[in-house]
């Protein structure tokens, strides 16, 4: 099972990045060329991470594995915690996949946070998945 950006989301921000960086040398004033500027590179930085890290999550056997810019992490089941936790700020609510490695008081583990648009999915959703595949994480 993997879990990934969805194609239109990272095609969105390709396509409104490049828009942006075209649109660059019509911007009359210097404070609007800079944010023209700035929104095309974090558009298009977006777009990059979001195809560089294809699939962001994967469940096997064996684990999960989360790509990220800087490689892949290999978190086995044994010792795997899996939690959905939800925020609220601004009266808006969130939900963000948290997968942690963490045992003991000393904390060394690693924890990984995922949100809705990093998998292309509801957290709940994906963690229930996960949680099927073995029943041991929790």
């Known amino acids: 099972m993997t879990w990934s950006p969805p194609a239109r989301d990272t095609a969105a921000s390709a396509f409104l990045g490049v828009l942006l960086a075209v649109g660059v040398p019509f911007v009359v004033d210097a404070p609007g060329r800079i944010l023209a500027v700035a929104g095309a590179v974090l558009l298009l930085a977006m777009t990059a ?56 008081p000393e904390g060394d583990g690693t924890l990984v946070v995922l949100a809705r648009r990093d998998l292309g999915a509801d957290p709940e959703a994906v963690a229930r998945a996960l949680w099927k595949l073995d029943p041991t994480v929790r």
């Not at 469940?59 to 936790?85: E, I, K, M, N």
């Open 49 to 104: 991470r979001d195809l560089l890290t294809r699939p962001r999550l994967a469940a096997g056997p064996d684990g999960v594995v989360v790509r990220r810019l800087t490689g892949r992490t290999v978190l086995p089941w044994p010792g795997l915690r899996v939690r959905v936790r939800e925020t609220r700020r601004f009266g808006l609510r969130g939900r963000t996949l948290e997968l942690d490695t963490a045992t003991g």
